[in-house]
Nanobody
Framework: QVQLVESGGGLVQAGGSLRLSCAAS????????MGWFRQAPGKERDFVAA???????YYADSVKGRFIISRDNAKNTVYLQMNSLKPEDAAVYYC???????????????????WGQGTQVTVSS
């Protein structure tokens, strides 16, 4: 069972930045695609970004150019650098892990299997 633990959420002013981290317990973390999703109150969980084993990335249009997903396989950690934050970015952010190794094509349709508990991001206007 893969355990995912997010951190780095908090309160930030509009225009500011935050970096989220997600630490995975799986030793073969580097083989799997990882993703970030978010869910605002009363809304469905939305895809934000994904990164595969080779570092290829995919972003939702709403965050493209502002957010950067990256991974440090030595630390079993994936990051989400969020810049130029807007009030509409406020949500609970979830980290997710694929369970199919060596996936090449990535995007919101990946059947992510493992999920973290979420971390709250609040953006004040």
């Amino acid at each position: 069972q893969v355990q995912l633990v997010e951190s780095g959420g908090g309160l930030v002013q509009a225009g500011g930045s935050l970096r989220l981290s997600c630490a995975a317990s799986e030793r073969t973390f580097s083989s799997y695609a990882m993703g970030w999703f978010r869910q605002a109150p009363g809304k469905e969980r939305d895809f934000v970004a994904a990164i595969n084993w080779s570092g290829n990335t995919y972003y939702a249009d709403s965050v493209k150019g502002r957010f950067i997903i990256s991974r440090d396989n030595a630390k079993n950690t994936v990051y989400l650098q969020m810049n130029s934050l807007k009030p509409e970015d406020a949500a609970v952010y979830y980290c997710a892990a694929d369970r199919t190794p060596w996936r090449v094509v990535i995007g919101p349709s990946i059947p992510f299997h493992y999920w973290g508990q979420g971390t709250q991001v609040t953006v004040s206007s």
